[in-house]
């Protein structure tokens, strides 16, 4: 079993950063991707970036690229999204989930769940 903490939301005025973080349990974290996914009420769980267990691998969704930043921290069995130039359109509910292998950008393979949370961003 593994669990995810996710923090770090909150509400930013449209241009603003905010950096979440993600705390997982268990002793193995290196060992398999994490990926940052967000939702909207009625809309499917859209995967915005992932990064491999080394780190050395990242993906980015279109939307987001050059404004947002996956990293971790396997010591502290961490993973970050640094989100900058935030756009209204970025506001949604964020979940950090964990991959099932070493690096993987397919939604359905994310095994693990944190409960989310929410950024806001004004226009």
């Known amino acids: 079993q593994v669990q995810l903490v996710e923090s770090g939301g909150g509400l930013v005025q449209s241009g603003g950063s905010l950096r979440l973080s993600c705390v997982a349990s268990?002793?193995?974290?290196?060992?398999?991707?994490m990926g940052w996914f967000r939702q909207a009420p009625g809309k499917e769980r859209e995967l915005v970036a992932a990064i491999s267990g080394s780190g050395f691998s990242t993906y980015y969704a279109d939307s987001v690229k050059g404004r947002f930043t996956i990293s971790r921290d396997n010591a502290k069995n961490t993973v970050y999204l640094q989100m900058n130039s935030l756009k209204p359109e970025d506001t949604d509910v964020y979940y950090c989930?964990?991959?099932?292998?070493?690096?993987?950008?397919?939604?359905?393979?994310?095994?693990?769940w944190g409960q989310g949370t929410q950024v806001t961003v004004s226009s």
């Open positions: 989930a964990k991959g099932n292998g070493i690096f993987t950008t397919t939604p359905r393979t994310y095994d693990y």
């Open positions: 268990g002793r193995t974290f290196s060992n398999y991707a």
